[in-house]
């Protein structure tokens, strides 16, 4: 009996353990018209490698990790269901989900084959895989197996193309080492507009790796997909470590019909961050609806600079659009809802389905560091040391080219040679010398200042003019090349909280 004891408590300790990360959806598929179950539906937790299918019965069962998913049901012949879960519905045997049978009209039969492009694949399957897979380097490696399930749809006089799908694509992910079924509900595309969406449903499988290598090539670029994504800032965000995860969220706002970007100081109250400890859900509703966010462990791929030169080149940034008033509540795992309440730009918008993991990813599940992540994806620190390096701070004298600046409630915006500046700065300068002294010009005038970088990355600076009574202004966020110093400057003058978004280039 005595030797019994440990093995009961390991086997209660464990099963604590396991009903603490995971919990069971129990349910049934019935037809919504006879009540009747069905047998052999698809149910599955939507993004995930999570899926089952009905029994005799109808009856299903779904083991998940903690954290809200979309549970989607699919069945020939009938239309597709969803359900949100969370958590909280563990041990609900009750759950019923009814599916309706697809109904078609002879006028929708008549409209789609007036408007079908009979050679649809060859004439826009570039296109679409462009706007669907990505143009990213994972996105190479990516092949979609069942073509023929895709139908293309023109229609003149909207200048619309809407691509349909009979099955779920099946997409071969080669890069990342999942196979997808995604079931498409439509791509459109707006010639008008220039803008695309897609909307679906997919269901991830892990693929069997040849060999260890193999194994551990998949891993390191699973973990390279995750950094910097949606669900790594999602994820970061429902733990309160967004800094800590190398993300940095600034708002968008506008002065004088210019865009500016301010960083946000009180970063979670800003975003109104609240925590439902009855849920263990979270809920944001940013003060602006237009969010920066800057992912800076990485820079962005080639083939976004090459297509977008005007995006910064040493970090990732993205822009989330809110809904006015509209706030969006965040899983422990990164699901969020309603996912239709922001939309995505720049960066992250640019990645597609060649750069998607499941909600389901242990993003600490392999070692952080393995060979092919450190030839993807240099050491950011050692790249901003070498471009903060102090020959090329002081080896010139730096104009002011470009300042925005917010002084209590006032705005001001110069460019050089600009023809709509609310402030003059043609004569600002600095002048760092290697002592850690400088000179600050201004209007003619010349003050005397001493600084010091105060991290080791080199991106914050502390500088202190010498007037008659000494004034402190800390840059951050400094990014130094041969041809620009660009910072964010924040100082206290009077009383009144002073910040400027800045860039100087040598004179």
Not at 126 to 149: M, P, R, V
Not at 165 to 180: F, K, Q, R, S
Not at 214 to 228: D, E, I, T
């Amino acid at each position: 009996m005595k030797k019994t004891i440990p093995l009961l408590l390991l086997v209660v300790v464990s099963l604590s353990v396991f009903s603490q990360s995971n919990y069971v959806i129990n349910g049934k598929v019935i037809d919504a018209v006879s009540k009747l179950p069905l047998q052999g539906a698809s149910v599955f937790a939507e993004n995930t490698t999570i899926g089952t299918a009905s029994n005799t019965d109808g009856v299903f069962s779904l083991h998940l990790p903690n954290g809200g998913y979309n549970l989607v049901v699919t069945f020939t012949g009938y239309q597709t269901e969803t359900k949100r879960i969370t958590t909280a519905d563990a041990g609900n045997n009750s759950l019923v989900i009814e599916v309706k049978q697809k109904e078609k009209s002879l006028e929708d039969v008549v409209v789609k084959a007036s408007y079908e492009v009979k050679d649809g694949w060859e004439k826009y399957g570039d296109f679409f895989l462009d706007n669907f897979i990505g143009k990213s380097s994972n996105s190479k490696n990516c092949f979609i197996k069942n073509k023929e399930a895709l139908k293309f749809y023109f229609y003149k006089k909207r200048n619309r193309l809407k691509i349909l799908a009979t099955d779920p694509i099946v997409i071969e992910n080669e890069a990342l080492g999942y196979t997808i079924k995604y079931t498409l509900d439509s791509f459109t595309h707006e010639y008008s507009t220039q803008v695309s969406q897609y909307s679906g449903y997919p269901l991830f499988e892990e693929m069997q790796p040849a060999n260890d290598a193999q194994k551990q090539k998949w891993s390191a670029a699973r973990v390279l997909a995750y950094n910097g994504s949606l669900l790594h800032f999602m994820r970061s965000l429902y733990n309160k470590k967004i800094q800590e995860e190398g993300f940095e969220i600034q708002f968008l706002i506008k002065v004088n019909d210019r865009e500016m970007a301010i960083p946000v100081k009180n970063l979670y109250g800003g975003l109104n961050y609240t925590m439902d400890d009855s849920t263990q859900t979270v809920e944001i509703l940013p003060n602006q609806p237009q969010v920066v966010v800057i992912y800076k462990n990485e820079k962005p791929e080639e083939g976004y600079l090459s297509a977008n030169p005007d995006q910064p080149g040493k970090f990732q940034l993205t822009v989330l659009s809110f809904l006015p008033e509209q706030a969006i509540v965040i899983e422990r795992n990164g699901y969020y809802f309603e996912q239709t309440d922001f939309s995505i730009n720049q960066y992250l918008g640019w990645e597609k389905m060649a750069d998607m993991l499941p909600y389901n990813f242990k993003d600490r599940e392999e070692p952080m560091r393995t060979t092919a992540v450190i030839e993807k994806k240099p050491d950011p620190v050692i790249e901003q040391t070498a471009y903060s390096s102090s020959n090329l701070l002081t080896n010139v004298t730096w104009k002011m080219d470009e300042s925005r600046i917010i002084d209590g409630t006032n705005m001001f915006y110069y460019k050089r040679e600009g023809k709509e500046n609310t402030i003059d700065l043609d004569k600002d300068l600095y002048k760092f010398n290697t002592d850690n002294t400088g000179i600050y010009f201004y209007n003619d005038q010349e003050y005397k200042f001493t600084w010091t970088y105060i991290d080791t990355e080199k991106t914050k600076m502390k500088i202190v003019i010498l007037y008659p009574t000494p004034l402190v202004v800390n840059l951050e966020n400094i990014v130094l090349t041969p041809s620009s110093l660009k910072y964010t400057r924040v100082q206290k003058v009077n009383g009144v909280n002073f910040m400027a978004i800045e860039t100087r280039i040598p004179k």
